[in-house]
Nanobody
């Protein structure tokens, strides 16, 4: 079993920045990738960003390219999402996902609200 704890969400104004964190813990596991997804009210879950744990290669959803940056701290089993130039349409619950040799897990999510 792997547990994920997200933090860093909040209420900001358009144009502001936020940094989300997601820490993974549990018995010994190997991580394949970690990613961020988001869920806005009335909308389908959307892919935001992904990082391959071994290589550090990153992938981004079209709506966040050039504004968001995903990074990782291997020693801390933590992934970060630096969000710049936030827009009201970025308002959502942001969920962390981890794919490991023990399965795929999701966190509870952290709310990000961007006011115009």
């Amino acid at each position: 079993q792997v547990q994920l704890v997200e933090s860093g969400g909040g209420l900001v104004q358009a144009g502001d920045s936020l940094r989300l964190s997601c820490a993974a813990s549990g018995r010994t596991f190997s991580t394949y990738y970690m990613s961020w997804l988001r869920q806005a009210p009335g909308k389908e879950r959307e892919f935001v960003a992904k990082i391959i744990w071994s290589s550090g290669r990153t992938y981004y959803g079209d709506s966040v390219k050039g504004r968001f940056t995903i990074s990782r701290d291997n020693a801390k089993n933590t992934v970060y999402l630096q969000m710049n130039s936030l827009k009201p349409e970025d308002t959502a619950i942001y969920l962390c996902e981890i794919s490991t040799d023990q399965g795929t897990y999701w966190g509870q999510g952290t709310q990000v609200t961007v006011s115009s």
